[in-house]
Every structure is written in C-alpha cells, then in structure tokens.
C-alpha cells in the first residue's frame, strides 16, 4: 500500500513545496505535484468540507512520467504544460498460441522484446495452468539485457487457466527489453508463437521458438491539458479532444475491502444502458472483469458522502487493478459531477418490495449485481438462452430487448431443425468439433422456450407471426427427429449416448448427460407447454392440441422413467445400453421441481435427502459446504466423465470442481422456486435468507479467487463469471415469492409470500410495452400502471389476470 501512504503525505504538504498547488472551489479540491493531479477530493454540499481522495491521477491519453510539467493557475482553472500525450494505443500482438512450456522450480523463461515508437504501458501473456488451480509465478521486465535493470515487476496469483495476464510497465521508452516468468508455484507455463519465427531462454540458454505476448504501446506527441472547476463539475480538455482519458483511484486489488472509503472510493458503478457492476467484481483480478459500455456516462456510486456522474462520450471500460490502485480508461471526454449520495437506481430498473426494507435492500443488491451486470448488448449461447428469459423478459432496460429479440429471432438452424449451440458453430467448442457431434440438443428447448416468454411479455404479435414457423420448425427436429412425439426426447447413440466415454449434451459440459435424460426433457416439456400457448392464441388449436398431447405424456413417462422410488429422488440419465447414472444430481432434481413435475410427497422426500443425507464428503453438507448454492451432485462424478476423463478438462476430485462437488449459485434460484411450489414460502424465506446473508458477506460473491471463505471462483464454484445465470437468485422472487407465470392469454399468480414479508411486490415490471406496479400477498393482487388499478382476489389454485 505505499502509493496510499505517498499519496497522504503529498495531500498534507501543500504548503510544504513550490512544486505543489491547489485548485478548489468548495465542491472539489485538486492538488497538482510537479504538474500531476495527485490527489482530488469532493464535497457535494459546496461548503469545503472534503472527504476521502476520489482519485490519485487524471490525465489524458498515456502519460510518461518523464520531464518537468508545468502548472498554470488562473482562478479556478489549471492549464497542465509539456506533457507526453497519446491519443490512440497501438497493441503489438504476437499471441497465436500453439504448444507451450512448462515453467519449472528453478528456472527462468525469458523472451526478448523491442519497439521503436511510443511509450510501452503494458505486456499481456496468457498463461496456462493446465486446469489446476491455485497456480502463480512472478513477472519481470528487464531493460536491455537478460539480466539487465527491472523496470517492471508482478507476482501473480491463483492464475485462472488461460487467464490472460498483464504486467503494467508505467510508460517506458522505446528499446529492447526482456520479459521473464519465474518462481512457480503449482502449474503454470508460457504458451508459445506459432507465426514468429525465433527464440527464448530458459535459464539463459537460448531455445527455439518464441513466447506469446502482445505489447500495449502509444505513440506520443507534447502537449497540455486544461482541469476547470464549475460549480459542482470538474472539466478536463485537451487541444483537438481525440484521446482517451485515464482515472487512477486507490484500490487495494487483493483482500476483500469494498466499502471502506478511505481505500475504495466507489462502491458500484452504473452506465446509461443500464448496466451495473460493483466494484466487488474488480477485486483479486487484473483487468476489466465485464465489458463495462456507455453511450454517453456512467454514474459511480461513493463509499462515502458523495456521488459521481462521469460524462465521458462513447466508451468500454479498461481497467488494470495494481496491487494499490486501479488504472481506469474512459472515453474521449472527461467531466465529473459531484451530488450527494445515494442509493438511487435508474428510474427503469425494477425494484422488489415487501414489509421488510433490509430484506428488500438484499434481494434488489442480489438482482442487479447479477442479472444487470451482464453488457446489455452481449450474447450467449443457445443453453443460456432458458435462464436469460426469464431473469430478464420481463422488464426493460435501454436496447436489451430489442436485442434480445434480434437474437432469438436470428438464431441459426439446420435444415433439419437443429438449433445452432455456440452462437454460428453448430455444437459446443469442445472437444474437437471434426471429430465429434458437439451439439446440445436441450439448446432447441430454450430457443422455443425463450421465443414464447419473449412473445408472452412484450406481446409483439409481429414478432410471433414472423417467427413461428422457424419454432415450429426447431420444435419439429425435438419430436421427430429426437422421438420426442413419444413423450421424451432421446439422444443419438453417436457422441451422446450417455456412457462415460460419449460426450457432454447441455450446459453441464465436463458429464456425458445423454441417451434419455431427464434433465433434456424437463425442457422439452417447458417448450412445448410455451408452444402450445402460442400456437392457440394464434387460432391453430389442432396444433396446439398435439403440443399440450405431448405434455400429458411427457409428464407421464419423465416420473415413470426418471424417479427412483428408493433414493427418493429423480436421476440423471439411462445412456444407450439402459444404464441408469445417477449420482445425485441437485440441480436436475430442483428444476425438475420448479417446473412443475412431481408433487408435494415426491418433493419432501428431495428435500429430506438434500438436508441430511451424506455426500461424497462423508458429511450431511450438501447445503453447508459452499452455503450461497447447494452441492451440484452428492456422489462422486468423477467415474463418469466426458471421454472418459481424457478430453480437455480430466476427471476433478469431488468437491473441488463446480460439476463434481461444486456449487454454482443460480441453481438456488430454482432452489427458492421449488421450495415456493411445494414447501411453502415459509421454507423458502428460511432458505433465501441464508443465501442473502452469505451474499452480504464482504466479497458479495465476486471477483477473483479466493472468495471469503477459501472458494476457487470459476472453477470449484461459480458465482459471477462467466455465470449470467446467477440472475436466477433475484428472479427467484419473482417466480417464487410472488408465484408469477406468463402465459399466452396473461399473468398467472400463485404466490408463496412468507409470513414475515406480510406481501411482496416489483415496480417496473413490463408487460405489452407498458409499466406496472405489483404487489400481491396470498390471497389478492393488485397492479396499478399505464391506466390500471385493478385488485383481484386469488383462489388456492391460483389466478390468471389479463392486462389487455
């Protein structure tokens, strides 16, 4: 932390040094040293009274710290002169990666680099740990020679597998340079150039074939800069404006500190499309964890009185994370307005309500740090498509919609019907798709499913006349293709037969789920229950009579096929040879529950072997060891591993791997869901409360590994990337709590509020493109918005309300 305690005594000694200067005016306080803000401080009310430092640095375009700056002072302006200036950074890249060397104790692996123009910021290197965790080396740039002087250095840390990693070099003159990796710990290698002919040390011997890097690098020209403070806005502008500006703040990267002012200045920031990310995701990582995009601004929510709006132009946010401050690149402008603080969202976000305010501030924190964190105009592929539906179909942020159904409606498919599963590759990345039919059937499923929900809350007849026919199509490769007409789909025997040498089939990547499993046809089921609504309020009841026909026998065989009467329980799969593999599989069990197979005694007994039967540990743990999710299987998994544990990511022990043992957070989402349908909302607020508690925690299950308590994020767990899923916990109140359902011919409710909550509700929920207000408790509802004020009262069965 020495840069923060350089920083305090910088601010202390104003008075102390010619070279020092001060420019206020009672909302902000900007100390200039030798020409470089070092310290700028705020205070909403005007009065001078100014808090902890917001930012130790603001310059414009890659500024060397080379030369005497020259600071002007007229009134409540300061014109910074002769500085290096940079407008646009160049990347030099050599990072076509094939093979790669292992970094062992005791050797040094070295690369010669050289660039003749501009300043050098930065060197990238993606690193292999070869799918372990907890691996970690150090980092050295040496100037001109093998051993000569380091001018840069980096101790890395829990490096995740194929993490690209940066060392920050300031901005360093051109020349020759030596980037060297040593002193591993676990696994960890270099990966090597497959386009650069030449060579690399090791331990100084020089070595065919060259190590992949790319260099950050910016041309520079003299320059000046003007800082203007206006009422409660601090303006930064450079001659001709075409560059982009940089925000250095204190930031501890490591450790778990997020709202202690005097060492994070900001808590969360939130952009003009919607978008919001806590400053959590940024801890114990190196760069930018999301891609963070504006149009115009973002607002940056203060950990202590003050609030931020930074009016920046159109940008994506590029962060470094140092060990003690964090390097922010923004937009072709800089202007900072200072308000007082508060914990306001944008007047479009939804908000969940009930009668108890702390409960109501964890359960929106959990909502927007996961479902809105994720870029509003990124994509995922087909097996996400289920889950992004309903965490977000039924509000509107800036463009997502709009989006999404450009998304939906574009998603490519065979001649047959078979649904693309990797946006325009037809299967899974992996393995090999020349060798193997990487495809994930469930992915036809969730286009149908998603296209329906999409259609049932924007109510965009437009867009279901304009589509159905490509649904009807994908749907038609489920039922003829996939047997699917006889009440389950089944795989084909060739990579997805559900031995442990065939291949993975859904999102559950690294086990061979295929054959007759159940968890395809909890899917296959939701699809066609959508479709069939869709298909009759279209007029094509025919159609829709052999949909809802296909649920009836769906319904049958899934409990007929998958429930095992002695464990008490629903398995995963009976591969091509009639062998059942089961091994506990949480997830399968809890969605199952969630979507409305089984019943309440098939339920309890779920449940019963959740909560106190042993796992794998030799512990009733399912619920204890991670807390924030269940254990996503209670038997050891690893015997049944895709190709046998040889493919890309071998067999993992139990409990060390998120698919083995592991947890991953949006699996409690349906856990509340089920929990609402079958145990009552009583059960289910006992649970959400444990899984809020441990969201309150000071990590709030982000960033880097380790979390609080020792999990390795991303790999033993999965909490925030690349899981957009997790949205599922927030919207679990919605599907839960307040027991809401789209249909084809309106809203149904069933709500399960718990007894402490007395009702619960959302404002901003958008339905038919209009804004609603909806607060239900067990026994009526009320929605008021666009024109409506109606109370309806809810029967034990539960209530359809139509809004048009």
Not at 44 to 66: E, H
Not at 517 to 538: P, Q, T
Request: with cysteine; hydrophobic share 35%; charged share 25%.
């Amino acid at each position: 932390m020495k840069k923060l305690f350089i920083l305090a005594l910088a601010a202390l000694a104003v008075s102390a040094s010619a070279d020092i200067t001060k420019l206020e005016n009672g909302y902000f306080s900007v100390i200039i040293d030798k020409g470089y803000i070092v310290d700028v401080r705020t205070d909403s009310s005007g009065k001078g009274n100014y808090g902890y430092t917001v930012a130790t640095g603001i310059y414009p375009g890659l500024v060397a710290d080379q030369g005497q700056r020259e600071a002007v002072i007229s009134g409540t302006s300061a014109t910074i002169k002769n500085i290096d200036l940079s407008g646009v950074e160049r990347i030099i890249s050599h990072m076509e990666k094939r093979g790669n060397v292992g970094l062992k104790k005791g050797t040094v692996l070295s690369q010669e680099i050289s660039f003749d123009s501009g300043l050098l910021t930065g060197i990238e290197m993606d690193i292999p740990t070869y799918i372990t965790v907890g691996s970690g080396a150090t980092l050295r740039l040496r100037k001109g020679s093998i051993d000569g002087p380091v001018v840069a250095a980096r101790s890395i840390e829990n490096i995740g597998d194929n993490s690209r990693e940066l060392l920050a070099c300031g901005a360093l003159e051109p020349g020759t340079y030596f980037i060297e990796m040593s002193e591993p710990v676990g696994n960890v290698g270099w990966y090597l150039d497959s386009k650069t002919e030449g060579f690399h040390y090791e331990n100084g011997k020089k070595t065919a074939g060259t190590f992949a890097y790319q260099l950050r690098v910016g041309e520079t020209v003299k320059s000046e800069f003007k800082v203007t403070l206006k009422g409660n806005k601090m303006i930064c502008s450079v001659p001709g404006g075409d560059c982009s500006w940089h925000m250095e703040t204190i930031f501890p990267k490591d450790g778990y500190i997020i709202s202690n002012p005097k060492f994070v200045p900001f808590y969360r920031f939130i952009s003009d499309m919607g978008q919001y990310l806590p400053i959590a995701y940024f801890k114990r990582v190196s760069s930018t964890p999301l891609s963070f995009t504006a149009e115009e601004y973002f607002d940056a929510m203060g950990n202590d009185r003050d609030d931020f709006r930074f009016t920046t132009g159109t940008f994506t946010l590029d962060t470094k994370q140092l060990e003690d401050h964090m390097i922010m690149t923004l937009g072709k402008k800089f202007e900072m307005t200072v308000v007082p603080h508060s914990e306001k969202v944008p007047d479009y976000y939804p908000v969940f309500f009930t009668a108890d305010k702390d409960f109501d501030k964890s359960m929106n924190d959990i909502f927007y740090s996961f479902a809105y964190a994720w870029p509003s105009l990124s994509g995922v592929s087909g097996d996400w498509y289920e889950w992004m539906s309903l965490i977000h179909f039924w509000h509107s942020r800036p463009f997502f919609l709009a989006h999404w159904k450009s998304l939906i409606g574009g998603a490519r498919m065979t001649d047959e019907g078979s649904v693309y599963t990797w946006g325009n590759r037809l299967g899974w990345p992996f393995p090999d798709n020349d060798v193997y039919d990487t495809r994930h059937f469930v992915v036809n499923a969730f286009e149908i499913s998603s296209f329906c929900r999409m259609w049932e809350w924007t109510r965009d007849d437009d867009f279901l006349k304009e589509n159905i026919g490509r649904i009807e199509k994908a749907a038609e490769f489920l039922l003829k293709d996939l047997h699917g007409e006889d009440g389950l789909i089944v795989m084909p025997d060739k990579d997805h037969g559900g031995t442990k040498y065939d291949i993975a089939s859904n999102y559950w990547d690294d086990l061979p789920f295929g054959g007759t499993s159940a968890y395809e046809n909890i899917y296959f089921k939701v699809a066609m229950e959508h479709l069939a609504g869709a298909e009759r309020y279209l007029g094509n009841n025919d159609k829709a009579a052999g949909y809802e026909a296909v649920v009836k026998r769906c319904m049958e065989r899934f409990e007929k096929t998958f429930w095992d009467e002695k464990k008490g329980r629903y398995i995963g799969c009976i591969d091509k040879n009639g062998e059942v593999h089961d091994y506990g599989f949480t997830y399968v069990n809890m969605e199952a529950l969630a979507y409305g197979c089984g019943d309440e005694a098939k339920a309890k007994r779920i449940y019963d072997w959740m909560e106190n039967g042993v796992t794998a540990s030799g512990k009733a743990d399912t619920y204890s060891a991670f807390v924030f999710a269940p254990r996503a299987n209670t038997e050891d998994a690893s015997e049944w591993w895709y190709m046998n544990g040889t493919g890309e990511i071998p067999r993992q022990q139990y409990g060390m791997h998120l698919e083995n043992g592991g947890a991953i957070l949006y699996t409690s989402g349906f856990d509340i869901i089920a929990r609402c349908r079958y145990l009552g909302g009583d059960n289910a607020y006992k649970r959400l409360s444990e899984i809020l508690d441990r969201f309150n925690e000071d990590d709030k299950l982000c960033g880097g590994s380790p979390l609080m308590h020792g999990e390795v994020n991303g790999w033993q767990v999965g909490t925030d990337l690349p899981f957009p899923e997790s949205g599922m916990v927030g919207a679990s109140f919605i599907y839960g709590i307040m027991g809401m359902e789209s249909r084809h011919d309106g809203i149904y409710f069933r709500p399960h509020v718990p007894t402490r909550l007395r009702h619960a509700g959302v404002k901003n929920l958008t339905y038919g493109g209009k804004k609603y207000t909806i607060n239900v408790t067990n026994r009526r509802v009320n929605i008021t918005g666009s024109g409506v004020n109606k109370t309806v009262n809810i029967p034990p069965e539960g209530v359809l309300v139509k809004l048009r």
